[in-house]
Protein backbone atom coordinates (compact mmCIF):
# COMPACT_ATOMS: atom_id res chain seq x y z
CA UNK A 1 0.00 0.00 0.00
CA UNK A 2 0.99 3.40 -0.52
CA UNK A 3 1.53 6.22 2.02
CA UNK A 4 3.09 9.53 2.23
CA UNK A 5 3.23 11.21 5.61
CA UNK A 6 4.29 14.91 6.41
CA UNK A 7 4.62 14.84 10.02
CA UNK A 8 4.71 18.53 10.79
CA UNK A 9 1.35 20.26 10.53
CA UNK A 10 2.24 23.40 11.17
CA UNK A 11 5.80 24.95 11.55
CA UNK A 12 6.48 28.98 11.90
CA UNK A 13 9.75 30.19 11.40
CA UNK A 14 11.36 34.08 11.66
CA UNK A 15 12.51 35.25 8.32
CA UNK A 16 16.03 34.24 6.88
CA UNK A 17 15.58 31.01 8.68
CA UNK A 18 16.14 28.08 7.41
CA UNK A 19 13.74 25.11 7.00
CA UNK A 20 12.92 21.68 6.41
CA UNK A 21 9.98 19.82 5.63
CA UNK A 22 10.08 16.33 5.89
CA UNK A 23 8.04 13.77 4.16
CA UNK A 24 8.54 9.70 4.67
CA UNK A 25 6.45 7.40 2.14
CA UNK A 26 5.74 4.17 1.70
CA UNK A 27 5.50 1.92 -1.65
CA UNK A 28 6.05 -1.73 -2.72
CA UNK A 29 6.84 -0.66 -6.27
CA UNK A 30 10.42 -0.52 -7.99
CA UNK A 31 9.51 2.51 -10.27
CA UNK A 32 7.56 5.43 -8.58
CA UNK A 33 7.80 9.06 -8.38
CA UNK A 34 7.51 11.76 -5.73
CA UNK A 35 6.62 15.58 -5.92
CA UNK A 36 6.34 18.69 -3.58
CA UNK A 37 3.93 20.83 -4.21
CA UNK A 38 3.47 24.25 -3.08
CA UNK A 39 -0.35 25.62 -2.12
CA UNK A 40 0.22 29.63 -1.17
CA UNK A 41 -3.23 31.01 0.24
CA UNK A 42 -4.82 31.97 -2.90
CA UNK A 43 -5.09 27.65 -3.29
CA UNK A 44 -3.30 27.19 -6.40
CA UNK A 45 -1.18 24.03 -6.30
CA UNK A 46 2.40 25.29 -8.14
CA UNK A 47 5.14 22.38 -9.21
CA UNK A 48 8.01 22.39 -7.35
CA UNK A 49 9.82 19.39 -8.11
CA UNK A 50 9.29 15.88 -9.29
CA UNK A 51 11.86 13.18 -8.22
CA UNK A 52 12.17 9.37 -9.70
CA UNK A 53 12.98 6.59 -7.72
CA UNK A 54 15.96 5.85 -9.60
CA UNK A 55 17.35 9.08 -9.17
CA UNK A 56 18.40 9.66 -5.76
CA UNK A 57 20.83 13.08 -6.45
CA UNK A 58 20.10 15.82 -4.41
CA UNK A 59 18.68 18.98 -6.50
CA UNK A 60 18.73 22.35 -5.69
CA UNK A 61 16.63 25.24 -7.22
CA UNK A 62 18.21 28.91 -5.51
CA UNK A 63 16.65 28.70 -2.05
CA UNK A 64 15.49 25.42 -2.51
CA UNK A 65 16.81 22.21 -2.44
CA UNK A 66 15.88 18.74 -1.80
CA UNK A 67 17.35 14.82 0.04
CA UNK A 68 15.88 12.21 -1.55
CA UNK A 69 16.86 9.29 0.42
CA UNK A 70 15.68 6.07 -0.72
CA UNK A 71 17.40 3.97 2.38
CA UNK A 72 14.58 5.62 4.85
CA UNK A 73 12.36 6.34 2.34
CA UNK A 74 12.43 10.03 3.17
CA UNK A 75 12.09 13.32 0.40
CA UNK A 76 12.80 16.10 2.53
CA UNK A 77 12.42 19.46 1.29
CA UNK A 78 14.81 22.49 2.69
CA UNK A 79 14.10 26.35 1.95
CA UNK A 80 17.33 28.20 3.18
CA UNK A 81 16.94 31.93 3.63
CA UNK A 82 12.65 31.81 4.38
CA UNK A 83 11.12 34.68 2.79
CA UNK A 84 7.71 35.54 3.98
CA UNK A 85 6.40 34.85 0.26
CA UNK A 86 7.15 30.94 1.37
CA UNK A 87 4.42 30.89 3.73
CA UNK A 88 2.30 28.30 2.38
CA UNK A 89 0.96 24.64 2.75
CA UNK A 90 3.35 22.76 1.25
CA UNK A 91 2.17 18.91 -0.16
CA UNK A 92 4.56 15.92 -0.57
CA UNK A 93 2.85 13.65 -3.05
CA UNK A 94 4.02 10.11 -4.23
CA UNK A 95 2.93 8.45 -7.79
CA UNK A 96 3.34 5.17 -8.65
CA UNK A 97 3.99 3.41 -12.29
CA UNK A 98 4.96 5.42 -14.96
CA UNK A 99 2.48 8.33 -15.85
CA UNK A 100 0.55 11.10 -13.76
CA UNK A 101 -1.47 8.73 -12.02
CA UNK A 102 -2.86 8.09 -8.89
CA UNK A 103 -1.03 10.99 -6.69
CA UNK A 104 -1.19 10.12 -3.10
CA UNK A 105 -0.64 13.15 -0.93
CA UNK A 106 0.27 13.79 2.02
CA UNK A 107 -1.83 15.97 4.49
CA UNK A 108 0.62 18.92 4.24
CA UNK A 109 2.89 21.15 6.34
CA UNK A 110 1.63 24.59 6.76
CA UNK A 111 4.49 27.20 7.12
CA UNK A 112 4.74 30.28 8.59
CA UNK A 113 7.57 33.00 8.10
CA UNK A 114 7.15 35.60 10.37
CA UNK A 115 8.59 38.97 9.15
CA UNK B 1 4.76 26.09 -20.37
CA UNK B 2 2.04 23.95 -18.88
CA UNK B 3 -0.46 26.43 -17.51
CA UNK B 4 -3.73 25.29 -16.36
CA UNK B 5 -6.87 27.38 -15.91
CA UNK B 6 -10.07 27.05 -13.92
CA UNK B 7 -13.51 29.25 -14.50
CA UNK B 8 -15.12 29.88 -12.32
CA UNK B 9 -12.65 30.67 -9.35
CA UNK B 10 -15.58 31.58 -7.13
CA UNK B 11 -19.15 30.59 -7.41
CA UNK B 12 -22.49 31.06 -5.04
CA UNK B 13 -25.29 28.78 -6.07
CA UNK B 14 -28.61 27.85 -4.32
CA UNK B 15 -29.57 24.77 -3.08
CA UNK B 16 -30.37 22.24 -5.71
CA UNK B 17 -29.22 24.35 -8.77
CA UNK B 18 -26.49 22.65 -11.05
CA UNK B 19 -23.01 24.04 -11.25
CA UNK B 20 -20.74 23.41 -13.79
CA UNK B 21 -16.28 24.21 -13.49
CA UNK B 22 -14.51 24.17 -16.47
CA UNK B 23 -10.57 23.52 -16.58
CA UNK B 24 -8.62 23.89 -19.52
CA UNK B 25 -5.28 22.66 -20.40
CA UNK B 26 -3.42 26.06 -22.13
CA UNK B 27 -0.28 25.17 -23.54
CA UNK B 28 -0.25 21.90 -23.89
CA UNK B 29 -2.75 18.87 -24.99
CA UNK B 30 -4.03 16.95 -21.36
CA UNK B 31 -3.85 13.04 -21.96
CA UNK B 32 -5.50 12.78 -18.62
CA UNK B 33 -7.34 15.04 -16.22
CA UNK B 34 -8.47 14.77 -12.68
CA UNK B 35 -10.89 16.21 -10.23
CA UNK B 36 -9.62 16.53 -6.49
CA UNK B 37 -11.75 18.13 -3.56
CA UNK B 38 -9.97 19.91 -0.74
CA UNK B 39 -11.88 20.69 2.43
CA UNK B 40 -10.62 23.60 4.48
CA UNK B 41 -7.01 22.56 6.22
CA UNK B 42 -6.77 19.57 4.43
CA UNK B 43 -5.55 17.08 1.91
CA UNK B 44 -6.69 17.17 -1.80
CA UNK B 45 -9.12 14.23 -2.37
CA UNK B 46 -9.19 12.67 -5.72
CA UNK B 47 -12.68 12.18 -7.28
CA UNK B 48 -12.15 11.28 -10.67
CA UNK B 49 -9.76 10.81 -13.21
CA UNK B 50 -10.33 11.47 -17.06
CA UNK B 51 -9.30 10.42 -20.72
CA UNK B 52 -10.08 12.41 -23.53
CA UNK B 53 -13.04 10.79 -25.39
CA UNK B 54 -14.08 8.36 -22.57
CA UNK B 55 -15.73 7.72 -19.55
CA UNK B 56 -14.32 9.40 -16.19
CA UNK B 57 -13.30 6.87 -13.39
CA UNK B 58 -14.62 7.39 -10.13
CA UNK B 59 -13.09 7.02 -6.55
CA UNK B 60 -14.85 5.01 -4.05
CA UNK B 61 -17.43 7.10 -2.70
CA UNK B 62 -17.67 9.75 -5.14
CA UNK B 63 -21.19 9.62 -6.62
CA UNK B 64 -21.02 9.80 -10.83
CA UNK B 65 -24.30 10.65 -10.86
CA UNK B 66 -24.07 14.14 -8.70
CA UNK B 67 -20.38 14.77 -10.14
CA UNK B 68 -20.96 14.75 -13.52
CA UNK B 69 -17.15 14.30 -16.05
CA UNK B 70 -17.00 15.52 -19.93
CA UNK B 71 -13.25 15.64 -21.11
CA UNK B 72 -14.81 16.59 -24.58
CA UNK B 73 -11.45 17.50 -25.92
CA UNK B 74 -7.60 17.30 -25.30
CA UNK B 75 -7.64 20.67 -23.36
CA UNK B 76 -11.03 20.85 -21.96
CA UNK B 77 -12.57 18.58 -19.13
CA UNK B 78 -16.04 20.00 -17.35
CA UNK B 79 -17.08 18.83 -13.84
CA UNK B 80 -21.08 19.28 -12.55
CA UNK B 81 -22.07 19.29 -9.96
CA UNK B 82 -25.91 18.10 -10.17
CA UNK B 83 -28.45 19.45 -7.63
CA UNK B 84 -25.67 20.99 -5.17
CA UNK B 85 -26.07 20.76 -1.91
CA UNK B 86 -24.56 22.92 1.37
CA UNK B 87 -22.44 20.13 1.92
CA UNK B 88 -20.96 20.01 -1.12
CA UNK B 89 -19.73 23.43 -0.74
CA UNK B 90 -15.83 23.26 -1.54
CA UNK B 91 -12.72 23.80 -3.15
CA UNK B 92 -12.44 21.80 -5.99
CA UNK B 93 -9.31 21.47 -7.88
CA UNK B 94 -7.93 20.12 -11.29
CA UNK B 95 -5.19 18.86 -12.66
CA UNK B 96 -3.56 17.92 -16.21
CA UNK B 97 -0.99 15.88 -17.48
CA UNK B 98 0.19 15.45 -20.99
CA UNK B 99 2.29 16.79 -23.40
CA UNK B 100 6.17 16.83 -23.51
CA UNK B 101 5.80 15.94 -19.78
CA UNK B 102 3.24 13.08 -19.00
CA UNK B 103 4.54 12.27 -15.84
CA UNK B 104 3.66 15.48 -13.61
CA UNK B 105 0.17 17.05 -13.19
CA UNK B 106 -0.24 20.59 -13.25
CA UNK B 107 -2.95 22.33 -11.47
CA UNK B 108 -5.51 25.25 -12.03
CA UNK B 109 -6.15 27.77 -9.18
CA UNK B 110 -9.33 25.56 -8.20
CA UNK B 111 -12.70 26.70 -7.64
CA UNK B 112 -14.77 27.87 -4.31
CA UNK B 113 -17.99 26.78 -4.41
CA UNK B 114 -20.31 27.78 -1.55
CA UNK B 115 -23.88 26.43 -1.92
CA UNK B 116 -26.62 28.25 0.49
Redesign the interface.
Known amino acids: AQKVTQAQTEISVVEKEDVTLDCVYETRDTTY ?1 L ?1 W ?1 KQPP ?6 LI ?1 R ?1 SFDEQNEISGRYSWNFQKSTSSFNFTITASQVVDSAVY ?1 CAL ?1 ER ?6 F ?4 T ?1 LTVIP | GAVVSQHPSRVICKSGTSVKIECRSLDFQATTMFWYRQFPKQSLMLMATSNEGSKATYEQGVEKDKFLINHASLTLSTLTVTSAHPEDSSFYICSASGGTDQETQYFGPGTRLLVL
Open positions: YFYSGELVFRNFSAGANNLFGTGR
